[in-house]
Structures are given as structure tokens and as C-alpha cells.
């Protein structure tokens, strides 16, 4: 059980379009995911958090006009890289807590590798 | 706030020998730590994860690690290394306080390489 999907797991686009990136608990409902992104051989950065029925919180330094989240449903995140530029090309990867656990345990997406040309 | 430091950007073992890749912590709250797993362009797989009920736990792969609070520490333990343990290991701290869950902070990650 705690399977999170993300959808694409690759994707190349011309600097300017946007790429929008699906984030999805299967087994379970997640009222809160993380995006985080990762950078080659860097560690993972939380870039935001995602809230079910309200606005996402944003880490510092996170352009929120920029990456665009929606939580529309309790299984089903979305992050948008929107006028995506090449220094926005890196390792998108979401996470989702399993509410049956108490320790905030994190199950982690695939991964979604962006590449901006 | 909270942050995690990851000593050795990479760890080289020989095969069969002692993994020990090390983690130090900071919290300002009693701490939930995780160590995760990374092959390359993949996702994070959960390896083992202290929750305060037990200083020295076990994971899966023969992996464990020792919950030492007076040292802040956290290191991941295998005794004998097999050649599939090559990838990335994250440590990764979270202060959940149980209002809600919390985006976890990681480490810089250690690359670990088995010698054959």
C-alpha cells in the first residue's frame, strides 16, 4: 500500500511553455503533498506544500506566481512549471503522509525529470 | 527549525564489508528521522525511520540504524555491503508535532560505492 504516481516521468518543452506535472496517492487520501525538487547530484529541496481546498504554502525564495499548485482532489496534486525557462529544468518529485501514520512518514513519487531546451 | 548534516559526499566500501554512512541532526523538537534510498533517476524509497519508540531500529535490506540523542546523530549501519547497496542515501529530519504533517529537510545526500 502508500503507492504515490506522478505523471509525466519525463519531459522536454521550448523555454516559455508551461509543463505541468500530476502528483497522485493511489491506496490512500492525502489531505497535504510535497513538491520538492532536486537539482543533479543535490539533495532534495521542499519547494511547497500542498493543501487540499486551500492555497499551498510556499518555502522561501519560491516563486508561487511561477510554480502554480493545485490540490483539487484528496488524491491528486498538480504542479505547473509555467513560462519555464532551461534553469528551471531539474528532478520534480512529490511526496504524500499516509494519515493512517502518526509519524509523518513520507511516501515519495517517481519523480518527474523536466528538461527546459 | 530543523536541519540534518550528511558527513562524506561519497562512502567507497568493499564488497562485504561494514557500511556506515553518517548523519547528525538539529531540531528544536524531539525529531523523527528517516533514512531514505536513491537509484538513479528514481524516486525515494524509505529504508528505515526512527519514531521515538525504539533508539536502534531496522530497516529493510539489512539496513539499521542507532538513534543516539546525546550525540544528535543518526548513522546507518549494514554489515556486509553487496554490490545492489550502490546508490544515493539520504538522511531526512521532520519536527512533525502531530498538527499536521511537515515537508520533511534532507541531507546533502552520501553516494555510496561498493568496490567489487
Known amino acids: 500500500g502508500a503507492v504515490v504516481s506522478q505523471h509525466p516521468s519525463r519531459v522536454i518543452c521550448k523555454s516559455g511553455t508551461s509543463v505541468k506535472i500530476e502528483c497522485r496517492s493511489l491506496?490512500?487520501?492525502?489531505?497535504?503533498m510535497f513538491w520538492y525538487r532536486q537539482f543533479p547530484k543535490q539533495s532534495l529541496m521542499l519547494m511547497a506544500t500542498s493543501n487540499e481546498g486551500s492555497k499551498a504554502t510556499y518555502e522561501q525564495g519560491v516563486e508561487k506566481d511561477k510554480f502554480l499548485i493545485n490540490h483539487a482532489s484528496l488524491t491528486l496534486s498538480t504542479l505547473t512549471v509555467t513560462s519555464a525557462h532551461p534553469e528551471d529544468s531539474s528532478f520534480y518529485i512529490c511526496?504524500?503522509?499516509?494519515?493512517?501514520?502518526?509519524?509523518?512518514?513520507?511516501?515519495f513519487g517517481p519523480g518527474t525529470r523536466l528538461t527546459v531546451l | 527549525a530543523q536541519s540534518v548534516t550528511q558527513l562524506g559526499s561519497h562512502v567507497s566500501v568493499s564488497e562485504g564489508a561494514l557500511v556506515l554512512l553518517r548523519c547528525n541532526y538539529s531540531s528544536s523538537v524531539p525529531p523523527y528521522l528517516f533514512w531514505y534510498v536513491q537509484y538513479p533517476n528514481q524516486g525515494l524509497q524509505l529504508l528505515l525511520k526512527y519514531t521515538s519508540a525504539a533508539t536502534l531500529v531496522k530497516g529493510i535490506n539489512g539496513f539499521e540504524a542507532e538513534f543516539k540523542k546525546s550525540e544528535t546523530s543518526f548513522h546507518l549501519t549494514k554489515p556486509s555491503a553487496h554490490m545492489s547497496d550502490a546508490a544515493e542515501y539520504f538522511c531526512?529530519?521532520?519536527?512533525?508535532?502531530?498538527?499536521?504533517?511537515?515537508?520533511?529537510?534532507f541531507g546533502k545526500g552520501t553516494h555510496l560505492i561498493i568496490q567489487p
Open positions: 531526512a529530519v521532520s519536527a512533525y508535532s502531530g498538527g499536521g504533517a511537515d515537508g520533511l529537510t
Open positions: 511526496s504524500a503522509p499516509n494519515r493512517d501514520r502518526a509519524y509523518n512518514e513520507q511516501f
Open positions: 491506496d490512500f487520501q492525502a489531505t497535504t
